[in-house]
């Protein structure tokens, strides 16, 4: 059973950047690899997405610009790069990994594995 566990998160100030990384144990990556986002009381947001090359990489409208996924499959982590964060950007963020069925998608009962999360909060 593979295991994932996020590291990074904090609390800064509006435009600041944070890098979160999420490591798997006891097993290698997923084909896919995401980050959701769950703010209190809401269900969680698929944030961005990379498939198994990190040649395809998808991202919520919200962030396109500002953050960045990338995948290391030797070292088994998966990074998420937030730059000019927001107030709105406050959220647990987890780390989540699927196989190749149904692909990359936005539906977070569609994947497989779960972080157990790492509070981001940015104050204005």
């Known amino acids: 059973q593979v295991q994932l566990v996020e590291s990074g998160g904090g609390a800064v100030q509006a435009g600041d950047s944070l890098r979160l990384s999420c490591a798997a144990s006891?097993?290698?990556?997923?084909?896919?690899m995401g980050w959701f986002s769950q703010a209190p009381g809401k269900d969680p947001e698929f944030v961005a997405g990379?498939?198994?090359?990190?040649?395809?990489?998808t991202y919520t409208d919200s962030v396109k610009g500002r953050f960045t996924i990338s995948r290391d499959n030797y070292m088994n982590m998966v990074h998420l790069q937030m730059n000019s964060l927001k107030p709105e950007d406050t959220a647990v963020y987890y780390c989540?990994?699927?196989?190749?069925?149904?692909?990359?998608?936005?539906?977070?009962?569609?994947?497989?594995?779960w972080g157990q999360g790492t509070q981001v909060t940015v104050s204005a």
């Open positions: 990379i498939n198994w090359s990190g040649g395809d990489t």
């Open positions: 006891g097993g290698t990556l997923s084909v896919y």
């Open positions: 989540a990994g699927k196989g190749s069925v149904y692909g990359m998608t936005s539906q977070s009962r569609l994947w497989n594995y």
